[in-house]
């Protein structure tokens, strides 16, 4: 079997292809192209993978190429984990929105906009290809904001491409360990949009457990969500929200943080890649020891200026292993061998959340099968959440008009409406800068 990755020069690829090794049986996947656009990065990653793979049987055969045509041909899975403008362009978009005193952050806000401007174009581009050169294929979506690239991609290849996020994935495994159960037996009541949903329960043998989660201070204070929102807040919603709702419940706070930052997290990871990607070219460095360090560094250091806001403290080391390369071999098992499970996923609302539409990508609990991701029904939302789920649905769609129109004003429309850009004037101001600093938003007319 053949899987294909966008993005194949990406510092995380290595976690994907580690899951990979461990995966034996019938259908697994055997052949792993890497395409990226920087063939330095294809080669420095593909060194990676070798030293991954030394000793171990049967390994996925490697190769490389920078043909986006030649890696999408006769692939069965399309692993997508592009970023339009490298980290430079990470870097930019925090600097100018925290210029302007909202948030740059890559997914949530202003940030999130100009990088999904930005993505947008090229991911359904992607699309277009996969249905001419693979439409067999299924397409797993990473690619940020990953709601909205799925969406833009679903228009093109339906229920095909799923998009996935390791957020719910970490916070219902750190809900599940601070209560004392097995993650592998509980249920999770999720729902929402791709960073930005709630745990309403956590069900193990038809009970659920949350409950006594909120109702005991020292267990909710307990954990990363705890410490990160404060156990008061937490009762009040009476959820646990995923962790980059912080960037709402705490706006004020997130932008302070960011702007009396020494580097922003974007300028952060462009300076720590870059020494990666040029230690690596040292024929004689240990390719794959330098990703582990880099990699824990990384993971350490994940919302930092949050984490000291709310006063948290360190990640708990439970809380370094990433996950979302997990969740996307669980994916591939459940279609290619029909293995039933259930994953949460960003998938095609289909009347699962009544006030949006069918076509509307949400994040929800999904059955997986060898025909795809099915969403489960779930409640509604409580008033609160349905307001902010469809004001960031609305923003999501004025940027899908405003890719696909090349329209200035309707990307100004986008940015004004977000409920984290506060002024139609900061809107425009925005729109200004980011096609100042960014080659690819030179459709916008």
Not at 82 to 104: F, S
Not at 285 to 294: C, E, K, S
Not at 373 to 386: E, F, N, R, S
């Amino acid at each position: 079997m053949k899987l294909t990755i966008l993005g194949g020069g990406g510092f995380r690829v290595p976690l994907v292809y580690g899951a990979l090794l461990t995966d034996r049986g019938e259908g697994r996947v055997t052949e792993v192209v890497l395409h990226d656009l920087d063939a330095g990065r294809l080669s420095a990653v593909a060194r990676v993978l070798a030293e991954q793979a030394a000793g171990v049987p049967d390994a996925p055969t490697v190769t490389a190429t920078t043909d986006l045509d030649e890696a999408l041909r006769g692939a069965d899975f399309v692993f997508s984990a592009i970023r339009v403008g490298g980290l430079a362009g990470r870097a930019d978009d925090e600097r100018v929105a925290l210029a302007e005193g909202v948030l740059g952050q890559e997914t949530v806000g202003a940030g999130g906009i100009a990088y999904g401007l930005r993505t947008v174009p090229v991911a359904v581009d992607i699309a277009r290809r996969v249905a001419r050169l693979a439409p067999d294929a299924w397409v797993i979506n990473f690619t940020n904001p990953a709601g909205l690239v799925t969406e833009a991609m679903s228009r093109h290849l339906g229920d095909r491409v799923i998009g996935i996020c390791d957020s719910p994935v970490g916070l219902g495994r750190r809900i599940a360990r601070v209560l004392g159960v097995n993650p592998r037996e509980a249920w999770i009541d999720y729902v929402g949009l791709n960073h930005l949903g709630w745990v309403r329960g956590l069900r193990v043998a038809g009970r659920d457990e949350l409950p006594r989660l909120l109702a005991d201070p020292g267990l909710l204070g307990s954990f990363e969500e705890g410490k990160l929102f404060g156990v008061d807040w937490l009762q009040s919603l009476g959820a646990i929200p995923n962790e980059y709702l912080h960037y709402y419940y705490f706006n004020r706070e997130a932008v302070r943080a960011y702007q009396q930052a020494e580097k922003t997290r974007g300028a952060f990871l462009r300076d720590q890649q870059a020494h990666f990607y040029e230690e690596v070219r040292n024929p004689g460095a240990g390719a794959l020891a330098a990703w582990d360090r880099t990699r824990a560094e990384r993971e350490a250091t994940y919302m930092a200026e949050n984490r000291e806001t709310a006063g948290a403290g360190e990640r708990d080391a439970d809380d370094l292993s990433g996950g979302y390369e997990k969740v996307a071999l669980a994916l591939m098992r459940a279609i290619a061998r029909d293995e039933r499970t259930t994953l949460i996923l960003n998938v095609r609302n289909r009347g699962t959340l009544a006030v949006l539409d069918a076509e509307a990508v949400i994040e929800v609990p999904c059955l997986v099968d060898a025909n795809g991701a099915h969403p489960v029904a779930v409640d509604p939302l409580p008033d609160h959440a349905t307001g902010l789920v469809c004001s960031v649905k609305a923003v999501e769609r004025e940027v899908l008009a405003a890719a696909g129109s090349g329209s200035r004003a309707t990307a100004v429309k986008a940015f004004a409406l977000h409920p984290l850009v506060d002024s139609v004037n900061v809107a425009r101001r925005l729109v200004e800068g980011y096609t100042e600093v960014h080659p690819g938003l030179a459709y916008l007319k």
